[in-house]
Each structure stands twice: as C-alpha cells, then as structure tokens.
C-alpha cells in the first residue's frame, strides 16, 4: 500500500462557532502547510483567536473538524493534542521559576531529571537566556518573560506552536526584537506555527502567509505580495492598505536603492547585492499630527 504524502500540518474543514445567537466563526476552511509560519490578521472581535483556541482545544468549535497530519483532533482535550502555546500576557506560573515553567509539561509526562535539566538548559540558550532558570518571573522583564513563555511552550517539541499576540504587551523596541528572534528560531526549528496578530507590520515581517479575517470568515489567504497586490476584497484592500510598494535593487547590509533614494532597513541584511526586491513602505505620522 502507498503512504499518502500530505503537505498540509493542520486542516480545518467548514469550523464553525456560535456563542448562542452569535456567530463568531463561519464555516472556515484553511490548510496550514508544514514548517510555515502563518498569521492570522484581523480586527478586533473578528474571530481570530477563537480560532486558535478551537485549535488548542481550549474552546469546541459548533461545527465542521480539525485534522493534524491526517489525524481528527476535533474532540481531543487540549492534553492529548500536540501544540505549545504563547498567549499575550505572560501566564508563566509566578509563584515558581523559570527552569519550573519550563520543565511543567515535561515533568507532567514524567520526563526523567536528568533530561528535564539538560532540556531546560538547551531552551534557556535557545531563546537567548542562559542562566536565568533560578530567577522568578516577576524579577524579568516582559520581554524575558515572553521569552520564557516560548521556551515553555517549546519544552516537548511540539508539532504546531501557536502564539496568540505574543508581542502586543511589550514596548516598540521589545517587539521589533522579539518579532526577528521568534522567526528566526520558528525557522531552525521548523516548527509549523499559527501566529494572531492585529498588526499588519507585524504579520508582514514575519509571516509565510497570511490570513486576513473579517467578521468570523476568511477574506483572504496568501503572500505578503498577494495581500498587498492583489487584494482579493475590498475589505482587504481597506485594511491591509496605506502601502507603499517600491521596486527597489539591494546593495547589500540592509541598504536598497529605489529611483533616486537610498533607504536602509533593519532586519533586511539577508539581501546581497544585486538582488531586485519589493519595499513595502507604510507612512508613519508623528502623535498628534494629522493623518
Ligand atoms: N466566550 C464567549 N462568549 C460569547 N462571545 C464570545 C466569547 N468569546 C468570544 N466571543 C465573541 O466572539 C467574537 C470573536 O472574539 P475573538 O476573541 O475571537 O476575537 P479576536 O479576533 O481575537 O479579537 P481581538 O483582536 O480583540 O483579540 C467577539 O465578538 C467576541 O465578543
Ligand atoms: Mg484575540
């Protein structure tokens, strides 16, 4: 018998979600592919992460099935499903530390010491805090604890992570960095992960694809350049809009030329010379000024 080659991690099939009369998701169909980093987008109350909570079992969906690698999870409680979650504020448990958070799903599923230890180890340099396994998370910084919340929910190696605006508590500078870091370790790990979000910048510097959401139903499913390009509704048009897009040539270490301008981006350093790229350029108003 032939093994069947799927590409898709996760398949959501017609979810559907009443909260009595009132329907928060709409028959959502969306295959997540292995390895990619997918962002949910979408305005407040618009269902995003409802969805995310059908998806970690923390809430049942009214309708429709959940599939991972093939698997119906759809009835699965949140323990017997293969996922870690971030949510936005913090939730490390405070009365514990650090090393404790992070060892807590593995000590559940009986881990011996000694690997728990060296695991704890392994993820503390992984997410760039090393040593810090005695400290308590009140003596961290949000962005250490955010920190601390991705190691934990990467503790047993799951399949599918899933972040729920992760970054939205912290300060500008704290989220551009975070923002670099969970991308670049989402990547060495290869861990297929479903980010929401409700900033655009956000999910544009850091997606593979994006779904953008509206009112409980999906508008749109694509690439950066497809969203941006070619809107599929108005509504993504509206929301995802205010871009500039320049055709623009790298010269290497961040730095780009578009007609007469030269312009340098952080983060963009990967582009060597030579290579023809798009900028995506969104104006930027002082407070007060008027839009
Ligand atoms: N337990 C609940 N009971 C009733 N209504 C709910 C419940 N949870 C969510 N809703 C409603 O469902 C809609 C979608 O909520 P959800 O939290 O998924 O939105 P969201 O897209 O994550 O928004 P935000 O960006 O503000 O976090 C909202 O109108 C919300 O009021
Ligand atoms: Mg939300």
């Not at 011996?112 to 392994?122: A, G, M, N, S």
């Not at 929401?196 to 999910?203: K, S």
């Amino acid at each position: 018998m032939e093994t069947e080659v799927t590409h898709t991690a996760l398949a959501i099939e017609g979810v559907h979600k009443q909260f009595e009369r009132f329907t928060a998701l709409r028959r959502i169909d969306l295959a997540v592919r292995h390895g990619e980093m997918l962002c949910l987008l979408g305005p407040s109350g618009c269902g995003k992460t409802t969805l995310l909570r059908i998806i970690a079992g923390l809430e049942t969906q009214s309708g429709g099935r959940i599939l991972q690698n093939g698997r119906d999870i759809s009835w699965l409680p949140p323990s017997k499903r293969d996922y870690g979650i971030v949510f936005q504020s913090y939730a490390l448990f405070p009365n514990i530390t650090v090393a404790e958070n992070i060892a807590y799903g593995l000590v559940n599923r009986k881990v011996p010491k000694q690997l728990v230890d060296d695991r704890i180890t392994e993820l503390l340099e992984l997410v760039g805090l090393p040593g810090a396994g005695g400290k308590y998370p009140s003596q961290l910084s949000g962005g250490q604890q955010q920190r601390v919340a991705l190691a934990r929910a990467l503790a047993t190696s799951p399949r599918l992570l899933l972040l729920d605006e992760p970054l939205s508590a912290l300060d500008a500078l704290e989220r551009v960095r975070l923002r670099g870091e969970i991308r670049r370790l989402q990547q060495q790990l290869g861990v297929t992960t479903i980010m929401v979000t409700h900033d655009q910048e956000e999910a544009l510097s850091m997606a593979d694809r994006i779904v953008v959401m509206n009112h409980g139903v999906i508008e749109q499913v694509g690439t950066t350049a497809d969203i941006y390009e070619r809107p599929a509704t108005p509504f993504v048009a509206d929301f995802v809009g205010k871009m500039n897009v320049l055709p623009a040539v790298a010269l290497g270490d961040g730095r780009f030329r578009s007609g007469d301008l030269e312009l340098e981006c952080s983060g963009a350093e990967r582009y060597a010379a030579g290579d023809n790229v798009r900028l995506y350029v969104r104006p930027m108003f002082p407070t007060g000024a008027a839009a």
